[in-house]
């Protein structure tokens, strides 16, 4: 019997309509067009505004749209993973009430807290359900409001981040197409660098967290910056080198969109032409788990069947890591 490997089928992705510029961030606090380019590579991203409105409605019509594209019914859906640090609630899972809004029933659903590695292990971990045997239809959300968890009086991290999602399809394949391989690491060292200090169960909310804004994301930039940079560039390299991949091999790599500099640093340890490098991030900012299935909805037209793909991510915990996959189809 020949091998299952999951085969990416099918992608969507969606950010709401909201632009918020560098200049309006000029507005908010003291920083400058200037400083955020050079040193991230970020001139805008996107905001969803309204109340009651939450990761799940940016989840969703992704969801929606990827049923349609790949002319299946909620009802075929088995298995659905929502990589979130933004969930709608502490709980239940974003994964149910997506499920719910878009009419899947009974299917195994399940979130995924990885941080901006988010995508990347929940993709790693739904392609072994795949490989059982026993799950034909899975779809993988990567979706985040990181608005929802930003200070927007920090010019160190609102600068950052912005609201997006991205999702996949993912089938059974038997010709070799798929995720051909994974890598995905973690080292507990980095909840010192990068955290939300308030709102879990060693802090409560009270009136005194709210007071001292310990509900926001709080990054010791440069610190994150020196693992990031060597991690996500290391574990791509070695991914390639496993499956004896030269970089004339690699038709593109799909880096997490936290900086331009560590995307460029990813790029250059794979020795792999920039133009193969899949970069969005001057238009939406760091999605946190939305960045990787976002640049695949961006690039999917470009993307050809037989196509060696590198993933590549880093973010808090930290977490980090690579998938290898031979993409399935010509758009
Ligand atoms: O996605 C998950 C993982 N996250 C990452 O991979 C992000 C990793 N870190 C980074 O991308 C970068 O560290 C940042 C973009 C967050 C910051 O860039 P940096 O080059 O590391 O800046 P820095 O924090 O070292 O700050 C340099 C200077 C400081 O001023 P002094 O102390 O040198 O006078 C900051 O106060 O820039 C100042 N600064 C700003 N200036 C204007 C910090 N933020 C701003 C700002 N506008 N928004």
């Avoid at 995720?179 to 200090?197: A, C, P």
């Avoid at 193969?276 to 900012?285: C, D, L």
């Amino acid at each position: 019997m020949k091998a299952i490997t999951a085969a990416i089928k099918g992608v969507s992705g969606y950010v709401p309509d909201y632009v918020l510029t560098n200049a309006e961030l000029e507005t908010m606090v003291d920083t400058n067009d200037e400083w955020i380019v050079s040193r991230t590579g970020i001139k805008e991203r996107r905001i969803l505004k309204g109340e009651g409105k939450g990761t799940s409605d940016l989840a969703t019509p992704c969801v929606i749209d990827l049923l349609k594209k790949t002319k299946l019914k909620p009802e075929d859906i088995d298995l659905l993973i929502v990589a979130t640090v933004t969930g709608d609630h502490v709980f239940p899972a974003t994964a149910t009430i997506v499920c719910d809004k878009v009419g899947i029933k009974n299917a195994l659903s399940f979130d995924i807290n990885a941080a901006c590695s988010g995508f990347l292990f929940a993709l790693g971990t739904a392609s072994q359900f795949i490989e059982t045997g026993k799950y034909k239809n899975v779809i993988v959300v990567g979706a985040d409001k990181m608005s929802a968890i930003t200070n927007y009086e920090d010019r160190a991290t609102c600068i950052i981040f912005g609201d997006g999602a991205g999702a996949v399809l993912l089938q059974p394949d038997t010709e070799g197409y798929g995720v051909k391989d994974s890598i995905m690491r973690s080292d507990g060292v980095g909840r010192n660098f990068l955290y939300q200090t308030a709102g879990g169960s060693v802090k409560p909310p009270t009136l005194e967290t709210v007071k001292n804004r310990e509900h926001y994301a709080y990054q010791d930039g440069k610190t994150v910056f020196k693992y990031a940079v060597t991690k996500m560039a290391d574990v791509a390299a070695e991914i390639m080198e496993d499956n004896d991949l030269s970089s004339d091999d690699v038709a593109w790599l799909v880096p997490h969109q936290a900086n331009l500099r560590i995307i460029d640093a990813t790029g250059r340890r794979m020795g792999i032409d920039p133009n193969k490098v899949m970069i969005n991030i001057e238009k939406y900012g760091n999605t946190t788990s939305g960045t990787i299935p976002l640049c695949l909805w961006e690039w999917e037209k470009k993307l050809k069947k037989g196509d060696n793909i590198i993933l590549a991510a880093f973010g808090g915990g930290f977490t980090w890591g690579s998938v290898y996959i031979k993409w399935a189809y010509d758009s």
